[in-house]
């Protein structure tokens, strides 16, 4: 563990491909998938991907929503996700 680590609240004990809720600084275990895309720079059938822990999934779903960007949320089965991975920044 570094410092940089510590400072950004990582949890050591997780592993590099745990999957982790896309919140900005949360470091939860994600439990769903929430699937969106941009219909400006998008294909119809294209799919990125935002993880959810059950206390963010209500708030990110808020987020894509109002901006006509969510498409469907679905469990996190086995750690496995489908689609572009994309982190809340």
């Known amino acids: 563990m570094s410092i940089f680590d510590f400072a950004a609240g990582t949890d050591p004990t997780m592993g590099e491909s745990a999957a982790v809720c896309s919140r900005k600084a949360c470091r939860s275990q994600a439990s769903w998938q929430l699937l969106w895309n941009n219909p ?4 119809p ?3 990125k991907t935002w993880l959810a822990c059950g206390d963010h999934r209500e708030w990110l779903e ?3 929503q109002t901006r006509g960007l969510w498409k469907e949320t679905v ?8 689609g572009a991975l994309e ?3």
């Open 75 to 82: 469990p996190l089965e086995d750690g496995r996700v489908s």
């Open 87 to 89: 982190q809340d920044s």
């Open 45 to 47: 059938e294209r799919r």
């Open 40 to 43: 400006k720079i998008h294909t």
């Open 62 to 64: 808020d987020y894509l």
